[in-house]
């Protein structure tokens, strides 16, 4: 099974409208969930994490993503759509403690339509 | 501070040449990271360096990729011979404690195309 999977590689949503990104993570991984944008043509930054703590995790840009350990799922949200917010983000696992990679999903590509 | 810097940012090379990617992370951090983002494969991880010793380069293809981090501030990444299922975008990134928790900061990428 895939360590991390996000569902719907495109996204569209109009402006002001709110996004949701979905991120669902195998149960045999340690929690530690992050939420990366990249814009294009640049590197990847980082938009929030959970590592522990509170389960609703508020990051730059007005994004926010809630920890749900009984549905495996960190999904990225955003209450209203911004024509800059379009980028392509990506759900990442720490699959093993023991290792500093990180394992990425295959990312969704986010379109803001004006 | 000047963000992780990684150079050349294009790179095209005919099949069989030498290519070398180079990275200097932020200053400071002592964990470092080569990454490689293809289409078929998405973001994988090719090797981590923790206070310039590679930690774990289960993620680099074949001999003929190889990686140097020679001081805290320097890393290469170099393939030789290269190929054409090379080309991609390799990203390097660095943070600043070797925790599993830590934010990884990464550069603006090498786009490397093989011809």
């Known amino acids: 099974a895939q360590s991390v999977t996000q569902l719907g590689s495109h996204v569209s949503v109009s402006e002001g409208a709110l996004v949701l990104l979905r991120c669902n993570y195998s149960?045999?991984?340690?929690?530690?969930l992050f939420w990366y944008v990249q814009y294009p043509n640049q590197g990847l930054q980082l938009l929030l994490k959970?590592?522990?703590?509170?389960?609703l995790v508020k990051g730059i840009n007005g994004f926010e993503a809630e920890f749900k350990k009984s549905e495996t799922s960190f999904h990225l949200t955003k209450p209203s759509a911004h024509m800059s917010d379009a980028a392509e983000y990506f759900c990442?696992?720490?699959?093993?403690?023991?290792?500093?990679?990180?394992?990425f999903g295959s990312g969704t590509r986010l379109q803001v339509q004006p | 501070d000047a963000g992780v810097i990684q150079s050349p940012r294009h790179e095209v090379t005919e099949m069989g040449q030498e290519v070398t990617l180079r990275c200097k992370p932020i200053s400071g951090h002592n964990s470092l990271f080569w990454y490689r983002q293809t289409m078929m494969r998405g973001l994988e991880l090719l090797i981590y360096f923790n206070n310039n010793v590679p930690i774990d380069d289960s993620g680099m293809p074949e001999d003929r990729f190889s990686a140097k981090m020679p001081n805290a501030s320097f890393s290469t990444l170099k393939i030789q011979p290269s190929e054409p299922r090379d080309s991609a975008v390799y990203f390097c990134?660095?943070?600043?404690?070797?925790?599993?928790?830590?934010?990884?900061?990464f550069g603006p990428g090498t786009r490397l195309l093989v011809l």
């Open positions: 149960s045999s991984v340690p929690p530690y």
């Open positions: 959970y590592t522990t703590g509170a389960t």
């Open positions: 990134a660095s943070s600043p404690r070797d925790i599993y928790q830590e934010t990884q900061y």
């Open positions: 990442a696992v720490i699959k093993d403690t023991g290792r500093r990679a990180l394992t």
